[in-house]
């Protein structure tokens, strides 16, 4: 019987600082959760946390990847009146951070707007940092150049089932791998949870981890957009509270038909509604995870969620929680 539910280790997580690359506070947060309960745990040169279950002898190897780094915007430079000019780290929907409180990661907090004499739509090279500084010098002083900031952690219930955070993706999926390795049994399967590093850049993490682990199955635990919010488009069959989603392909894989139908017959077994997966715009880190050595085959079971790369993601926990009882069953799983 399953000893915490996937929200107790969710919520924690939510407010812990890392960026595409300064990952290492998640996993510490993580390793200090998992270790006494793993039969291994490490990291490795890109800061990617490999924490392992073992399983029985001629079982498969199945790396299970989410990843620990959120978006951000990475200090470039102050101007004279000491404002923070900035990039983005990892895809930034410019029109929506404007407003939106940000953090650094020594605690600097700023609010993000953009310039009012431009015309059009404002890009990323029109948007500033407002850290309360009223020189360059002053502003440098407390943000270095380099220094990434990400939105500022605030987590709002929505009704009795929804929750609302900035750091939804991926640490949603963070929390079913951390619940999976705390609550599984030693089944037939090993089971490699990897909390991977730079996802948001590019899925750099997992790349390098599967090709040194090299596993027998790759599946990613990672958000999904949705298709039931009042003009959204591309339209997409994904609904909040309508359960977990089994990804077929979005823009970075075409999901192995062994995974796909293995994630169907789990949300059978497990008894919770599921829904099928296309997305049309982004990728998981099982694209990557695919690629490895001579191929793997690999799939990934999503979080529907509301305003992805947003301040404001929006999961129903509902869904999350059969998420955790879906991948239970996964990773039990026969696959001879
Ligand atoms: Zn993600």
């Not at 996937?6 to 270790?35: F, N, T």
């Not at 440098?140 to 990434?148: N, Q, Y």
């Not at 509301?306 to 509902?318: F, K, L, N, P, V």
Request: include cysteine; proline fraction near 6%.
């Amino acid at each position: 019987m399953p000893t915490c539910t996937v929200r107790d280790v969710l919520i924690p997580l939510l407010s812990v600082y890392g960026p595409a690359g300064q990952e290492q506070a998640v996993a510490r947060h993580l390793s200090d959760l998992l270790r006494p309960h793993a039969d291994e745990t490490r990291t490795d040169a890109l800061g990617n946390l490999i924490t392992i279950r073992r399983g029985k002898p001629g079982g498969k190897r199945i790396l299970i990847s989410a990843h620990m780094d959120h978006i951000g915007f990475i200090a470039i430079d102050a101007d004279k009146q000491g404002f923070v000019r900035v990039a983005n780290a990892g895809y930034i929907f410019v029109p929506h951070s404007q407003g939106q409180h940000v953090m650094f990661g020594n605690g600097v907090r700023g609010v993000v707007y953009a310039e009012q004499d431009i015309t059009g739509n404002p890009e990323m090279q029109h948007l500033f940092v407002d850290i309360g500084a009223q020189s360059r010098d002053e502003a440098l002083a407390k943000v270095a150049i380099g220094d990434v900031a990400v939105y500022a952690p605030l987590v709002s219930a929505l009704g009795e089932h929804r929750l609302a955070a900035p750091a939804m993706d991926d640490r949603a999926g963070c929390a079913l791998g951390a619940w999976l390795l705390l609550n599984a049994p030693q089944g037939p399967n090993e089971l490699v949870v990897l909390f991977s590093a730079q996802e948001e850049v590019g899925g750099r993490g997992a790349k390098v981890a599967a090709f040194a682990l090299e596993p027998d199955i790759g599946l990613a635990l990672d958000v999904t957009d949705t298709g039931d919010t009042p003009g959204v488009k591309p339209k997409m069959a994904v609904e909040l509270g309508k359960g977990p989603a089994i990804k077929v392909r979005d823009s970075n894989l075409i999901a192995s038909p062994l995974v796909r139908d293995a994630l169907v017959a789990a949300a059978k077994e497990a008894g919770v509604p599921y829904q099928m997966e296309v997305l049309t715009i982004g990728g998981t880190d099982a694209g990557l995870i695919q690629l490895a050595r001579g191929g793997v085959p690999s799939g990934a079971l999503s979080i529907p969620t509301r305003y992805i790369h947003s301040a404001a993601e929006t999961i129903d926990m509902r869904d999350l929680e059969q998420c955790g009882a879906l991948l239970a069953a996964f990773a039990a799983r026969s696959f001879d």
